[in-house]
T-cell receptor, first 111, second 111 residues
């Protein structure tokens, strides 16, 4: 069964450093998303992406965040200058219609 | 502010019993409703989707939607210890593809 994959599973970085989180959505899906979940809190929407552009973003998704589909399979989330409060699980999701399927997540720890 | 509310639990049921999980949402523009299961430290796993009023059954799971009352529920029949997890309710507006999540209900099924 097709699934969303994410790498790395765990990323540790120092405050102020740039990180890139990678996702491979399900191959025939057209809509891609990033969500995050801070420990003990709700899953929060960050951004949606369709047809090579951002279709919607939340207030969390400020100028330090960017997304890109560099080739036909990968979908990336870049955080330019990480802060302590960026420590969270980051989930990529994709959909072909309405149902969104989540990847296993990347645990980002900012020290 | 679009809100999705769930009782945090834990909801404790004996093995073999019916577990009933509830969710309310604030925005009448919500059109699509989803239940996800999340094991500790893992990503949300889609269990059910429901789009119209009434019941939708899939195996041991039944989702119920009442748009007039802004209420969606999930019934799990013949609960198993492996069903012990946090169940997330997620809502999608007609005008947006993003999911708005509740904080989840923790279910504990006692052997």
């Amino acid at each position: 069964e097709p699934e969303v994959t994410q790498t790395p599973s765990h990323q540790v970085t120092q405050m102020g450093q740039e990180v890139i989180l990678r996702c491979v959505p399900i191959s025939n899906h057209l809509y891609f998303y990033w969500y995050r979940q801070i420990l003990g809190q709700k899953v929060e929407f960050l951004v949606s992406f369709y047809n090579n552009e951002i279709s919607e973003k939340s207030e969390i998704f400020d100028d330090q965040f960017s997304v890109e589909r560099p080739d036909g399979s990968n979908f990336t989330l870049k955080i330019r200058s990480t802060k302590l409060e960026d420590s969270a699980m980051y989930f990529c999701a994709s959909t072909g219609s309405y149902e969104q399927y989540f990847g296993p997540g990347t645990r980002l720890t900012v020290t | 502010q679009k809100e999705v509310e769930q009782n945090s639990g834990p909801l404790s049921v004996p093995e073999g019993a019916i577990a009933s999980l509830n969710c309310t949402y604030s925005d009448r523009g919500s059109q699509s409703f989803f239940w996800y299961r999340q094991y500790s430290g893992k990503s949300p796993e889609l269990i059910m989707s429901i789009y119209s009023n009434g019941d939708k059954e899939d195996g041991r799971f039944t989702a119920q939607l009442n748009k007039a009352s802004q209420y969606v529920s999930l019934l799990i029949r013949d609960s198993q210890p492996s069903d012990s997890a946090t169940y997330l309710c997620a809502v999608q507006m007609d005008s947006s593809y993003k999911l708005i999540f509740g904080s989840g209900t923790r279910l504990l099924v006692r052997p």
